[in-house]
């Protein structure tokens, strides 16, 4: 069974500070290629710094298993913050400009990957050490987003976002509602459905909001509708910031607008402490859920293991979408890049995206980890039993990427805190598209 924890946050000060102090939704080969060095020689260490809450990127028993199994290459993970538009990228930025502090292997957010690949000066070519034949282990908008702006192979995929929906079944029967995840399904089809379902849920309990706050369903609305509107969100694929032009942006946030008018949101920003206390509390019925999400929520910063069983996982209004995923790079920096490009290529090999899998539940990019059995055949316990290996493979299987830009997780987080913000009631609504246009601006540079 998969017990999972991946993405909750903690607040950015706090993980600012631990930064400062160089504290700072996995795929490869199955060869486990070596640095070739003498086992009686001292081991050398690499460094793989990732982000994210919970069980991160799920490496530890991947991690475990080849420090029990190698002498010339041991693997440290450092896990420097939960949130990573906030802190962790601003602070690999500065690493990579300066040419020090960053790790000999780092995870990167699809929304940094847009201004990695503009820089190919800040990585290693994984090219030269024979990772370029991986190009079948990855669909080609996977691999392609690996890709420098010269061509270069810089980056290999760990995990996919796919997407469902998370509720609470107990809180659903509380206000009448069924329970089985087949039924809630089919109460909405449509995300105008989903708010009447709301509004019913509503109406009956009273104590526990009906959705945990306008972020995290403004994220899977953007996604959906991006597709719709030429693959593209805050930027077109000239990078030209389009936050004001792409109907994709104004769908989800009158979408926002929607349901925070309506009483329906716990005004909880995603991935705050505020939001993991909401869990525990039991302050909110559901919320969009990305593979890499029911981790967050199965966690211990979660809602955590008193509530295993209570959650349960059910297809998404509006028919999939994908947010998230990560890829592995290796900055030029790093002492060790060959040992570096070995270790990369082994935590994207489908071994080690089946135990990422099984142990956290982030859904592999690498394809043939997508069809093993382990996978295909998973069942969560937390979740109710929820057969999520069958959920997300098959929307793994058609997922339609979405471009970012350059600086997409610059304007990501300024659009993201206008969100929060007027469904906390500090920017009024009949202000709020324009700041959001606005702060989109100044985000972008």
Same mark, same amino acid.
């Given at each position: 069974?998969?017990?999972?924890?991946?993405?909750?946050?903690?607040?950015?000060? +706090? #993980?600012?500070?631990?930064?400062?102090?160089?504290?700072? %939704?996995?795929?490869?080969?199955?060869?486990?290629?070596?640095?070739?060095?003498?086992?009686?020689?001292?081991?050398?260490?690499?460094?793989? !710094?990732?982000?994210?809450?919970?069980?991160?990127?799920?490496?530890?028993?991947?991690?475990?298993?080849?420090?029990?199994?190698?002498?010339?290459?041991?693997?440290?993970?450092?896990?420097?913050?939960? !949130?990573?538009?906030?802190?962790?990228?601003?602070?690999?930025?500065?690493?990579?400009?300066?040419? &020090?502090?960053?790790?000999?292997?780092? *995870?990167?957010?699809?929304?940094?990957?847009?201004?990695?690949?503009?820089?190919?000066?800040?990585?290693?070519?994984?090219?030269?050490?024979?990772?370029?034949?991986?190009?079948?282990?990855?669909?080609?908008? =996977?691999?392609?987003?690996?890709?420098?702006?010269?061509?270069?192979?810089?980056?290999?995929?760990?995990?996919?976002?796919?997407?469902?929906?998370?509720?609470?079944?107990?809180?659903?029967?509380?206000? $009448?509602?069924?329970?089985?995840?087949? @039924?809630?399904?089919?109460?909405?089809?449509?995300?105008?459905?989903?708010?009447?379902?709301?509004?019913?849920?509503?109406?009956?309990?009273?104590?526990?909001?009906?959705?945990?706050?306008?972020?995290?369903?403004?994220?899977?609305?953007?996604?959906?509708?991006?597709?719709?509107?030429?693959?593209?969100?805050?930027?077109?694929?000239?990078?030209?910031?389009?936050?004001?032009?792409?109907?994709?942006?104004?769908?989800?946030?009158?979408? +926002?607008?929607?349901?925070?008018?309506?009483?329906?949101? #716990?005004?909880?920003?995603?991935?705050?402490?505020?939001?993991?206390?909401?869990? =525990?509390?039991? !302050?909110?019925?559901?919320?969009?859920?990305?593979?890499?999400?029911?981790?967050?929520?199965?966690?211990?910063? $979660?809602? $955590?293991?008193?509530?295993?069983?209570?959650?349960?996982?059910?297809?998404?209004?509006?028919? *999939?979408?994908?947010?998230?995923?990560?890829?592995?790079?290796?900055?030029?920096? &790093?002492?060790?890049?060959?040992?570096?490009? #070995?270790?990369?290529?082994?935590?994207?090999?489908?071994?080690?995206?089946?135990?990422?899998?099984?142990?956290?539940?982030?859904?592999?990019?690498?394809?043939? %980890?997508?069809?093993?059995?382990?996978?295909?055949? %998973?069942?969560?316990?937390?979740?109710?039993?929820?057969?999520?290996?069958?959920?997300? +493979?098959?929307?793994?299987?058609?997922?339609?990427?979405?471009?970012?830009?350059?600086?997409?997780?610059?304007? =990501?987080?300024?659009? @993201?805190?206008?969100?929060? #913000?007027?469904?906390?009631?500090?920017?009024?609504?009949? !202000?709020?598209?324009?700041?959001?246009?606005?702060?989109?601006?100044?985000?972008?540079?």
């Amino acid at each position: 069974m998969i017990d999972r924890s991946r993405r909750g946050r903690m607040l950015a000060a +706090a #993980a600012a500070t631990a930064l400062a102090l160089g504290v700072t %939704a996995a795929c490869g080969s199955d060869s486990e290629p070596t640095s070739g060095g003498s086992s009686a020689a001292a081991p050398v260490t690499v460094k793989v !710094q990732t982000f994210g809450g919970g069980k991160n990127f799920g490496y530890k028993e991947a991690i475990d298993k080849w420090n029990a199994s190698h002498t010339d290459i041991k693997i440290q993970e450092e896990h420097l913050t939960d !949130q990573f538009e906030q802190v962790y990228w601003p602070q690999m930025i500065q690493w990579l400009q300066s040419g &020090s502090g960053a790790g000999d292997v780092v *995870g990167i957010d699809e929304g940094g990957m847009g201004l990695a690949k503009a820089h190919p000066e800040w990585w290693a070519d994984l090219g030269e050490y024979g990772l370029s034949n991986r190009q079948g282990d990855f669909a080609p908008w =996977k691999w392609d987003g690996g890709l420098t702006a010269d061509g270069k192979l810089f980056g290999l995929g760990t995990d996919l976002g796919g997407m469902s929906l998370c509720y609470r079944r107990d809180l659903f029967e509380k206000a $009448g509602l069924p329970g089985d995840r087949d @039924e809630v399904s089919k109460l909405w089809p449509t995300w105008d459905d989903f708010i009447k379902v709301g509004q019913k849920f509503q109406d009956k309990v009273k104590d526990t909001k009906f959705v945990d706050g306008t972020n995290t369903l403004y994220n899977v609305v953007l996604v959906q509708e991006a597709v719709k509107n030429g693959g593209v969100s805050y930027f077109d694929k000239s990078n030209t910031l389009i936050v004001d032009k792409n109907p994709a942006i104004k769908s989800a946030y009158d979408f +926002a607008v929607k349901i925070s008018q309506d009483g329906l949101t #716990a005004k909880l920003r995603n991935f705050t402490p505020e939001w993991n206390t909401g869990m =525990k509390k039991s !302050q909110f019925a559901t919320l969009g859920c990305p593979s890499w999400m029911l981790g967050a929520v199965s966690g211990d910063d $979660g809602a $955590g293991p008193e509530f295993s069983g209570k959650w349960d996982v059910a297809a998404v209004p509006g028919g *999939g979408g994908n947010w998230g995923g990560s890829w592995l790079a290796v900055p030029k920096q &790093s002492k060790h890049p060959k040992e570096a490009a #070995a270790v990369a290529d082994y935590l994207t090999g489908k071994e080690a995206e089946v135990s990422v899998f099984t142990y956290s539940g982030n859904m592999p990019s690498n394809t043939q %980890a997508q069809q093993d059995p382990a996978v295909q055949g %998973a069942k969560n316990e937390y979740f109710n039993n929820a057969p999520v290996g069958d959920i997300f +493979a098959k929307s793994a299987s058609t997922l339609q990427p979405v471009f970012l830009g350059v600086k997409h997780a610059q304007v =990501k987080n300024a659009v @993201e805190s206008v969100i929060s #913000a007027l469904d906390d009631g500090s920017v009024p609504y009949d !202000q709020a598209w324009q700041k959001l246009v606005d702060d989109a601006v100044k985000a972008a540079g």
